[in-house]
């Protein structure tokens, strides 16, 4: 399946063929996204290699639009049912936009209204997208049942527990196992359990959060999400936040059902359990048997959330409490690894306010001036634009100017960047300046900042200054 099959499915849709498609990073999966778009119309176009997750996710989406749920409208499909096409709801995943709590581990006032907002939202996914969802279409199965939690716990104990070299017997281990499946399968609700509800899902947009990537989900309790998007290891949600965030979530959920909430968050705390040792089974299984180094670098936080749970004991699971006890102390799983990989910083400015400084104390970095390049800004109708809106993208590109004066761009800054990872250097600075700060630097700042994210394994930190944005991609 090639992009050919998007540009047909895009001129069958529209009435004429893309003039842009530009393909989109992977979630991790085999499916391909790509922004395609003419005339400053953009949609995104999927391929997919499952008939099954593809039917799975128009259906999904079908029904949930039909519930006035803010998910993209799936527009139209290919015939053999590989590929469609879908409505883009552009670039502001909340990941990035709370990227600053998520690295200092405070959050601002702001990231923390996106969060509650978001939490709020998933009782309606639960309930209106459960009502009437043919759950018949859900893949790779329709329910939350027992096989689901045995794969999940065998996942921890083998591809996890094992793989740390802790001794336990496996038989009493299993006994506590058995006990905690059947106090987690006690609920059989007509609720939709989203299966991978986290802020790289959510698209923020005019202010609201909407949803991507629930292809996975199923009927099954509520209290799995929840647990997913609080406790999720590398957010570093402070305790009080955590407890803000479950409150914006009952206040949403009253909606719904009556719900007391010491008995709520008694729940919930079994759903932090099981979701926390599925998380380390994924982590060990990429880590220590696909040595991806990132996720052995993200166990001494998930390890933190399993201290912190564990404060107060399970004691219907003695064995297990125990095992885990001992496992959340080991100190080579607690140290969080220094990431001595180039820091890039990216930076788009007006010269009217002065050139960025490097903080870093290392000096040196390019300082690209951009206006040899036409100027969208002298235009009354661009004004309320900025780098990022097709409408500039389009103005910019049109001639082809910028992308003459970027491929320039592009092979300076890669050839220091290669020679600053040989040497081990840790901070770059490359900036962009334009008139005003706001049209040519920032859609150059863009460019070269996924540019780079794309060909090397750096740290890279993109801020448009007097957009006063900032983001890690």
Known sequence: MSQDSLKALYERFTGYLPDVVEELPSSGSHRRYFRLGRSGKTLIGVIGTSLEENRAFITISRHFRRKGLNVPMVLCESEDGYSYLQEDLGNDILFDMVSKGRESGYYSEDEKALLKRTVAELP??????????????????????????DFDLNYFKYCFLKATGLEFNEVQLQDDFEKF???????????????DFQARNVMIRDGKPWFIDYQGGRRGPIYYDV??????????????LKQELIDSYLESLQQFRSVDAESFRS???????????????AYGFRGYFEKKPHFIASVPYALQNLRALLQIPFDRYPYLNSVLQELSVKPELNVIQEDHRLEVQVYSFAYKKGIPADTSGNGGGYVFDCRSINNPGKYEYYRQFNGTDPEVIKFLEDDGEINRFLESVYALVDAHVERFIERKFTHLQVSFGCTGGQHRSVYCAEHLARHLADKFNIKLKLTHREMNIEKML
């Open 267 to 281: 729940r919930l705390r079994l759903f932090v359990l099981f979701r926390t040792l599925q998380v380390l089974g």
């Open 181 to 195: 499946k059947a106090d987690l399968l006690q609920e059989d609700e007509n609720t939709f359990l989203y299966r």
């Open 124 to 149: 309606r996914i639960q309930f209106l997208g459960g009502d009437g969802l043919d759950w018949s279409v859900c893949f790779p199965q329709e329910a939350f049942d027992a096989r689901m939690v």
């Open 227 to 240: 647990a997913s998007f609080i406790w999720q290891a590398r957010s570093r949600f402070p305790e009080d």
